[in-house]
């Protein structure tokens, strides 16, 4: 990796920089350089300067960055870098630095694991912007005391088929791993969507229990459970918990089937079965069509997409689709009734492609979402065993909910699409 002591020993050739990144040179003055004097220009400079850091990341470094309008902009740091304390070190040995205050762009330890590749950093920062995680982990110590660890010990029929090797410190902790979650929990709701799971494995079932209660407590709406068998013997258990709308399957949330109802998440997927006379190659279309028209009836926004079963992929009817609240209830359907048209979701597309939606993936810069839903239709063919009689046909409509935090709301959207289909058949 190149040395930045080397490269910026002599000024940044513009020119040549231009030449070799188009974005830079939309930034250049007509005589190839950048006007550091003129106050006019100062919203010029800032993006040209911001541009000129991009693109020497990416040259010199291999490093491709976005860097936010409203937060400082790195370039003085590229004439320092890491070598200015690398020197203290072996190149060959293996580094942990924390970098304190690291910034929007994390300049620091990018760099730093740019050109030492054995160093590794972490990072802080007092600035919400600067951050924002996919997910923690966490395997916190699950025990409250050395005797609790004993007892625990003590308690089990049979011994241990592994020999322990952990220390106190890894294994114990005052209030044991409830009072551990407990507060990663408590600083979750001071953090809330900077973090879009949180997550911890968990060594007692009665812990699943009482954080769960700690959930519900706090008004967390959006969590999910699962159990772990390793081996024969040995079994563990995890939650998760989101303040994000994006919901998991139901096998996903669900994966306790032994804790209460009342502390499992609601079911995000249904189904329901129409029974029908006979089997048609136009069966799943006509229910498809029948959902489109009801849909239309509605203040909701969705798309339509299936491929012939005759393909080698076939997919069945699928309808993926969003609502801002209840439209869907007599009070909710007189009002749209006196709305003119350009105030409704109308924004529907038929399209008939399979565009493979994600159903995680939601743009959210457009009208407010409360609700979303996925819909696929399905026929179930039953082969008779009599010769002379017709195979039995069922229409199966499955509907899962993909994003919201109201189960109230999913729930009543279910239940009219389920009148709906059974009163019009």
Known sequence: MSNARTIYKDDVDFAVLALQSPQFNKHLKPNGQLDFSDPKAVHDLRLGTRQLTKSLLKRDFGIEMELPDDRLCPPDLLDTTVEEFSDLYDPDREVVGLDIGTGSSCIYPLLGCSQRPNWRFAATDIDEKNFHLDFTVCNPPFYSSSADLVASASAKSHPPYS????????????????????????????????????????????????????????????????????GSKTRRWAIA?????????KDVARGIPSLSKTLLPFPSEFTFTIPCQSASSSLLEEHASRLQTLLNKINIQWHYSSTPSSSSSPVPPTIIGFAPGNSWSRAARRQNMRKPPSELLADNDDDDDDDNDDDQEVDQSDPPRELG????????????????????????????WIWGLDSALFESFYGMLRKNFFSSN
């Open 163 to 230: 020999a322990c090797t952990g220390a106190a410190v890894e294994m114990v902790t005052p209030g044991g791993e409830v009072a551990f979650v407990t507060r990663m929990i408590k600083d979750s709701l001071v953090l809330k969507t900077k973090c879009q799971w949180y997550t911890s494995m968990l060594g007692k079932l009665s812990s699943v229990q009482s954080l769960l209660q700690v959930l519900q407590e706090s008004q967390v709406k959006n969590w999910a459970v699962k159990e772990f068998i390793h």
């Open 241 to 249: 918990w989101s303040f994000h709308k994006a919901r998991p399957t």
């Open 373 to 400: 839903f996925k819909i696929q239709i399905r026929q179930h063919v039953i082969a008779s065993n009599k010769i002379d009689e017709e195979a039995a046909v069922s229409i199966e409509v499955y509907i899962r």
